[in-house]
């Protein structure tokens, strides 16, 4: 079982704690310096949240914000972004092949195949990752282990107004324990599992804080080391057992400097790599949705597919308490590079030997594979302004640009039949610039000691440009070309909020989101011609929320409730279009989303009894006969009902603290994309549910001993599919589909030793 805020609790109630009655917290002010924002975010039996960029209780943000504790997820054995959402009701990751590979999905605002990202990643105040579809932002996502983390915050439904674009359907932000100036001290720790099928997998972790200076300066330094054994086989030409094993290792370095009790500075140095044998795919039939390659975790592979991905991310943040309000200045630079190798399947190559010979190729291919690499440089600047929270009036201005450049090289090629040897048939080198500004703001209006208004708005204004040079037989229009496009949009945000007794909130929410349009090759495939619908740019897509919802707390702060109910119409979604020889970018049609939500805890005595639910209908508004996309068409990634129920015991053994819980995950069948498009096909994803326990104790001295049992019922099922346009197109006339699978059966400890 894992802790109250895992479990999708409005924070109302904190972690490992009997709570106390909600509203009994009490917040900093805006204002305190940074080093008071680094200290624990529960304070009182209230979790303190950053989700409207200034420290309050998260009973008084009106909107759905989750808040989950690092040490809880660490306690249960999740080491990747899948494992840490998949007890949030609500929130998917789409897969596209394993640690690092895949989309975030939020109150089902998702196509599918995505151009670019609806849920932003943020560490700290930094944004993570590429902001477009020539940085395959929507493919490869920051996944984070869990080093030196605090907490990490779900912020439902649209964040426009404060986080700028790419955050539609909401922001998942991965907030890090800061240096404490006041001693030293350290942890370490290790992990050992066992996954059925798979093997061993284990962890090592250390965290050092220093202090340099007493109470002025400090450092605090963490390293970790991971190793996932692999559980998918390679069968073919290149077998392999455990063809996906990962290691995953990093380290972060954090330097705090608080000359005065008014300023402070922070320094961060972070990196971090995943670097994976191959993908976490299985070969499934689009039909049947049965395996087709001897068992549900083969891989047909004629070349390997190794993955890495490598994150190296520097900021600064400064911040001054001018006493009526709080001065921050947030400086980023971040290289994030994803290599990837994947193999096309025999029936693509059939068919490139058929029609090769006309281009002059030989039809003497024993393998066809694509090699790709996307490094993004990306910078940030945010000067932002926080008033002292104040008896009638709250506000907060700022100021943002982000510069992004990215560099993929792609290489189609061929091994070739004896004698040995590399067709190269198609390389191109892309260079994409994408470059936005912002200003934003919002105010509060305390109306009474009861009523409070708010509103909010951010201008954004972004310039693209795109070139690209290929070469090679199969190249659609071999030279180069340059584009260049500027574009601008502007979100919104109003809030009423009613709080009758420091126990209670209610709210109402109208927000907008977006993501930015972009440009697209006007390229023409050599073997099929020109498609005629396609553009050399595409639109924005945008989205209006409208949301209503509750936080209370009852039997003197026992049994705490959230709930919500919201209605999102999304429009011009941005789709992929795939056809012989060209992918292509269409704005096409419009969707609904409508949904309920709800969190709840109780704790009579030693017990702690939560539940999350959520329903989500998330569907097409019109037709699109083009892509043969039906009205009324459920949207991919969108359970219809998900929920998560744990029960926990809180009991002595030996005079120290123990616990034993349970947790189950529920879910009703998903879709992976559309009924009838050839370009995303729908692999039908069952319903399932999940039975994990968990038992510990913690020791005189702090030191904890945790053990796990996920997936106790050993249940196997597809979760996901590859996000591929010309795999999928190749799934839907008769290849195979490829699919992940449910991680089996892990019985695993924990064992984390703090000192100082």
Same mark, same amino acid.
């Given at each position: 079982m894992i802790g109250a805020s895992l479990c999708c609790i409005p924070a109302l109630v904190a972690a490992q704690s009997i709570p106390e009655p909600a509203g009994t917290g009490t917040a900093p002010p805006a204002s305190d310096s940074r080093a008071a924002d680094a200290k624990q975010a529960t304070t009182l039996g209230e979790i303190i949240v950053t989700a409207n960029r200034r420290r309050e209780p998260s009973r008084e943000v009106p909107m759905h914000v989750d808040t989950v504790q690092a040490a809880d997820l660490q306690k249960i054995g999740a080491r990747t972004l899948s494992d840490y959402v998949s007890y949030q009701p609500g929130v998917f990751f789409a897969s596209s092949g394993g640690a690092g590979e895949g989309e975030l999905v939020m109150r089902g605002v998702s196509t599918g195949n995505q151009t670019s990202p609806t849920v932003s990643v943020y560490i700290d105040d930094v944004p993570v990752g590429g902001s477009t579809v020539y940085a395959a932002a929507a493919t490869f996502v920051f996944d984070a282990a869990l080093m030196d983390l605090d907490h990490i915050e779900f912020l439902y439904g649209p964040q426009g107004t404060l986080y700028g674009a790419g955050s539609m359907g909401g922001l998942v932000k991965y907030v890090t324990n800061k240096p404490d100036t006041s001693g030293f001290s350290g942890t370490v720790g290790f992990d050992v599992s066992n996954t059925q099928q798979a093997g061993i997998n284990y962890t090592e972790r250390a965290t050092l804080n220093i202090p340099l200076v007493q109470d002025k300066a400090a450092v605090r330094v963490s390293v970790f080391d991971q190793h996932t054994a692999g559980l998918y086989?390679?069968?073919?030409?290149?077998?392999?057992?455990?063809?996906?094993?990962?290691?995953?290792?990093?380290?972060?370095?954090?330097?705090?400097?608080?000359?005065?009790?008014?300023?402070?500075?922070?320094?961060?140095?972070?990196?971090?790599?995943?670097?994976?044998?191959?993908?976490?795919? *299985?070969? @499934?039939?689009?039909?049947?949705?049965?395996?087709?390659?001897?068992?549900? #975790?083969?891989?047909?592979? %004629? !070349?390997?597919?190794?993955?890495?991905?490598?994150?190296?991310?520097?900021?600064?943040? *400064?911040? @001054?308490?001018?006493?009526?309000?709080?001065?921050?200045?947030?400086?980023? #630079?971040?290289?994030?590079? %994803? !290599?990837?190798?994947?193999?096309?399947?025999?029936?693509?190559?059939?068919?490139?030997?058929?029609?090769?010979?006309?281009?002059?190729?030989?039809?003497?291919?024993?393998?066809? #594979?694509?090699?790709?690499?996307?490094d993004v440089h990306k910078t940030s600047q945010e000067i932002r302004l926080t008033s002292r929270k104040g008896e009638h009036i709250d506000w907060l201005a700022g100021m943002w640009f982000n510069r992004e450049n990215v560099w993929e090289q792609y290489a189609l090629e061929g091994a070739n039949l004896p004698p040995p040897g590399i067709t190269s048939l198609l390389g191109q080198r892309v260079n994409a610039g994408f470059r936005e500004y912002a200003g934003y703001g919002d105010v509060t209006w305390h109306i009474s000691s009861k009523w409070d208004l708010a509103a909010g708005v951010r201008a954004s204004g972004n310039s693209q440009h795109l070139s690209n040079f290929e070469d090679g037989p199969v190249a659609g229009s071999p030279g180069g070309f340059s584009e260049h496009m500027i574009s601008d949009d502007i979100t919104k945000m109003l809030t009423v909020s009613y709080r009758p007794d420091k126990t209670r909130s209610y709210y109402m929410r109208a927000s907008t989101g977006y993501r930015p349009g972009g440009l697209q090759a006007p390229l023409e495939s050599t073997i099929f011609g020109a498609n005629a619908n396609a553009k050399d740019t595409f639109g924005s897509d945008t989205l209006q929320s409208y949301e209503l919802g509750y936080k209370g707390s009852h039997l003197d702060g026992r049994l705490n409730i959230g709930i919500d109910a919201y209605d999102i119409e999304w429009r011009n979604l941005q789709l992929f279009t795939y056809t012989l020889g060209n992918t292509i970018i269409q704005n096409a049609g419009d969707a609904r989303i409508d949904g309920l939500e709800l969190q709840s805890s109780y704790t009579p005595g030693n017990w702690l009894f939560t539940a999350a639910v959520a329903y989500t209908d998330a569907r097409t508004l019109q037709s699109n006969p083009q892509l043969s996309i039906a009205g009324g068409a459920q949207l991919p990634y969108s359970a219809k009902g998900a929920a998560t129920f744990t029960a926990k015991y809180n009991f002595e053994l030996a005079g120290d603290a123990a616990y034993a819980g349970a947790n189950l995950r529920l879910s009703t069948r998903r879709n992976a994309g559309f009924d009838n498009d050839s370009s995303d096909p729908n692999f039908k994803l069952p319903g399932f549910g999940l039975l994990d326990f968990d038992t510990g104790m913690t020791f005189h001295g702090g030191t904890s001993v945790d053990i796990y049992l996920r997936n106790a019922l050993d249940r196997r099922f597809p979760i996901g599919t590859l996000n591929d346009e010309a795999i999928n197109f190749l799934a839907s006339v008769g290849g195979p589909m490829l699919v992940q699978m449910s991680t089996p059966r892990t019985i695993g400890v924990s064992v984390n030793i703090p000192f100082k």
């Open positions: 086989r390679a069968v073919g030409e290149t077998p392999s057992h455990g063809d996906d094993r990962t290691h995953t290792r990093g380290a972060r370095v954090q330097l705090e400097v608080d000359p005065t009790d008014k300023l402070s500075f922070n320094i961060t140095a972070m990196a971090q790599q995943i670097a994976a044998d191959g993908l976490s795919m *299985a070969d @499934y039939s689009l039909t049947t949705g049965q395996p087709v390659s001897g068992g549900p #975790y083969n891989r047909q592979l %004629n !070349h390997r597919e190794p993955f890495t991905q490598t994150l190296q991310l520097y900021s600064f943040h *400064a911040g @001054y308490d001018f006493g009526w309000a709080n001065l921050d200045w947030i400086s980023s #630079y971040q290289d994030f590079v %994803n !290599h990837s190798v994947q193999d096309y399947p025999d029936k693509f190559l059939s068919l490139l030997n058929v029609v090769g010979p006309s281009l002059g190729v030989d039809n003497s291919l024993g393998s066809l #594979y694509v090699d790709s690499a996307y």
